[in-house]
Each structure stands twice: as structure tokens, then as C-alpha cells.
């Protein structure tokens, strides 16, 4: 069975960066189709990047500031995000293979 363990939250100012790591272990065949999606208090869970076969995917209100890589043989993917705003605050949740990880807090201050 698929475990996601999401790291690297944090609180930061606007302007600022974090970089998130999702750990998957279990039945992982490809990194395809992993990615991130966030849920800020009060919204729907929203998609922020994700790998699909061979290209990538993101929010436009990301685009640009965001970037998800991946190191396969570590079974990792990350999210660097630059240049944070307010907005961006929420809950960042890996998910992978219909499982979603726990999730780990952004908090971006003005």
C-alpha cells in the first residue's frame, strides 16, 4: 500500500521561500501522476502541480513562482516555492495513486 509523508512546511513572509518534499513508499511503479494540491481554511481542496506522463501541470496562480521536480530513484517529489504570498497559505497535501498524505502547514505572513 501507498504511504505519502509530506515535509518541509513552515511560516515565512511574504516574498519568501519553502521548498515541500513528498516521500512515497509502498507499490510505487512512477512518480507520474503524483503531485500537490493545497486546501486553504475555508476552500476546496485545489490542485497546485502535479507530473502527468510527461509534462507538468499548474495552478495559474502558481505558474511562474513554483516549480515541482522529482527524484525518482528516491521515490521523492518536491515543490519549491518562490516569491510566497498571503494566498498561498494553506495546507499542502502529496498525493499519489488515490492516497493522500497528511498534509503540512504553509503559513505566509504579510
Known amino acids: 500500500q501507498v504511504q505519502l509523508v509530506e515535509s518541509g512546511g513552515g511560516s515565512v513572509q511574504a516574498g519568501g521561500s519553502l521548498r515541500l518534499s513528498c516521500v512515497a513508499s509502498?507499490?510505487?511503479?512512477?512518480?507520474?501522476?503524483m503531485g500537490w494540491y493545497r486546501q486553504a481554511p475555508g476552500k476546496q481542496r485545489e490542485l497546485v502541480a502535479r507530473?502527468?506522463?510527461?509534462?507538468?501541470n499548474y495552478a495559474d496562480s502558481v505558474k511562474g513562482r513554483f516549480t515541482i521536480s522529482r527524484d525518482v530513484a528516491k521515490s521523492t517529489v518536491y515543490l519549491q516555492m518562490n516569491s510566497l504570498k498571503p494566498e498561498d497559505t494553506a495546507v499542502y497535501y502529496c498525493f499519489y495513486a488515490g492516497v493522500w498524505g497528511k498534509g503540512t502547514q504553509v503559513t505566509v505572513s504579510s
Open positions: 507530473f502527468t506522463w510527461g509534462t507538468t
Open positions: 509502498g507499490s510505487i511503479f512512477s512518480t507520474n501522476n
